[in-house]
């Protein structure tokens, strides 16, 4: 999927493109279908809910799971990054963000790319992130809320906030977020299931919590320019992979037919999933 040069140009403007119902139902079933599976596992990759047994994030599950490793190699995801940067991408980081209904926790207002420089050591905000919905996203259950153009003022300082959720993040504080509302206003994608947004690195955004009865599951691709990759190897592989190897997309209709992939992590760190007394 290529990008037009209208698209290119707003999202130079705004620092994200909003694809509404990209993917179609079939193909965001195999993947929905798929995930209360890999949020029963009992592995470090399922990252938990500070108040409970619920899942936060689940990292990489596209080294375990055939259908996630499909969609990690999808064109629509893959093409339009590739466009931008000129240049192959790697997967830096690939992440399903469960926002369950009733359960869901706040994320900070935040930079993806102040994380991957300050803990990664990526030299530049040469990565993004494509997000795909698994479900409806609403003004109820905690959708993304964007500031448009935030990108445009580089890596914004930033404090380590290790207590606010369960996951640390490079947090922007309340003042320096009132400035850039002020500037450019907050906007909230929303739509169907199959949805998509491409945003940039140092997109200021954040998520409330998820106080509807209803789930906001969305799948994250962190890609990366392959000659950006980082240099530092502080977090978990599974948080920030060390395998810098180029992404050969499949063909369209990867998601409905099945593309042999490689699992390499598909016996890693399992452990038995508890049965309910």
């Not at 990759?45 to 500070?50: G, T």
């Not at 093409?79 to 690939?94: A, I, K, L, R, S």
């Amino acid at each position: 999927m290529k990008l037009t040069q209208s698209q290119l140009e707003t999202f130079d403007r705004d620092g994200y493109l909003f694809f509404p119902s990209l993917f179609r139902p079939e193909e965001i079933k195999v993947l929905l279908d798929e995930v209360p599976a890999l949020y029963a596992q009992r592995r470090p990759e399922n990252v938990r809910e500070k108040t409970g047994d619920v899942v936060r994030t689940n990292f990489a599950a596209h080294l375990y799971s055939a259908s996630f490793a499909r969609l990690a190699r999808h064109p629509r995801m893959v093409e339009p990054v590739t466009q931008v940067f000129g240049e192959d991408v790697y997967m830096h980081q690939f992440k399903i963000n469960g926002k369950q209904a009733f359960d869901g926790d706040v994320w900070q207002w935040h930079q993806d790319y102040g994380t991957w420089s300050n803990d990664d050591h990526m030299p530049e905000a040469r990565a993004m992130n494509v997000a795909i919905f698994l479900d409806e996203v609403n003004e109820f259950n905690g959708p993304l809320m964007f500031i448009p153009g935030s990108h445009k003022l580089g890596v914004l300082e930033a404090r380590h906030d290790t207590s606010t959720t369960s996951y640390p993040l490079w947090t922007i504080n309340n003042e320096v977020i009132g400035k850039l509302v002020a500037r450019g206003g907050i906007v909230a994608p929303k739509g169907p299931a199959g949805s998509m947004i491409l945003f940039h690195g140092c997109l200021v955004h954040a998520s409330s919590s998820n106080l509807s009865p209803w789930n906001r599951v969305s799948v994250y691709l962190s890609l990366c320019a392959v000659s950006n990759h980082i240099r530092r190897f502080k977090r978990p592989d599974y948080i920030a992979h060390r395998d810098f190897t180029p992404i050969q997309c499949l063909p369209d209709d990867c998601l409905l037919k099945e593309y042999e992939v490689s699992l390499p992590w598909k016996d890693r760190f399992v452990e038995p999933v508890r049965q309910a007394s």
